[in-house]
């Protein structure tokens, strides 16, 4: 580890022995927690985010516990996690981190703090994994996703922006005594055990819950889809069409003299039954 722990490391054949989940969880917060929240302030620069992507990498290991238990390294697990977190690029959004946080107060911390915060993330976490935690080149290339020669490659060029900064640090020894001294220098403490398990249970419980009410709602949704669905293909009417070739339609206009008289004349006839259908003979 980067820094002094508390105990000896905890093994996967610790975390799977007789020890209960809760109490197998809290052994390796006790020994992962403080060191690791000092890891992330050197890769991120901010101390609260620090705890918070660390809290966060716990709340997920005790979510997926039995998976984290049996892993081969519960520890790399967790701080893989955690750095994930903690370099994500929407924490620039959120309205606590746009600002910069109070420098370290001792010159030369502040002087390699900013050196690491120019790096570029993939630099700045091979160069903690290789010169801070004492890593393997290979073991650091799988937990940066990289390959064995690119990590390689981040790891020279990091060592080169460093020395090129801070000469005296050129020496991979050297730059990780005061890495070491600079996150030892801050006050960051870790959240205790039960709180850390009580929090991921509290999300746990209500991502389920909301789980369960979005399913609820898509089975709703799909059954009101299916009630009132037509059941049958009906043909869409078509638009109408002008018929062709018809004389236009002519207004009626007022009547003349006699056609008034033969309209008064139908009128007073045609309730006198079939006498009006025989012929006059005049």
Known sequence: ?????????????????????????????AFCAPALVRQTYLLTGRRQLAREAVERAFHMAWERWPDVAQDRDPAGWVRSVAYDIALAPWHRFRPRYRN?????A???DRALMDVLQTLPPSYRRTLLLYDGVGLGLPETAAETEASTPAAAHRLLHAREAVAARLPELARPGELHRRMVQLASNERLGAAQPPRVRGVGERR???WTRAAIAFTVAIAGATTLTVRTAPTHYERPVGPGVAVQGLPPQEAMGPLSHAEQRL???LRRESAKGPERLLPDDR
Request: proline content about 16%.
């Open 106 to 108: 001792e010159a030369a």
């Open 204 to 206: 746990t419980r209500f």
């Open 100 to 104: 910069p946080e109070p420098p370290p």
């Open 263 to 265: 309209r008064d004349k």
């Open 1 to 29: 580890m980067l820094f002094p722990v508390e105990g000896g490391p905890v093994t996967q054949g610790q975390l799977t022995s007789d020890l209960t989940p809760a109490q197998a969880f809290d052994a390796l917060y």
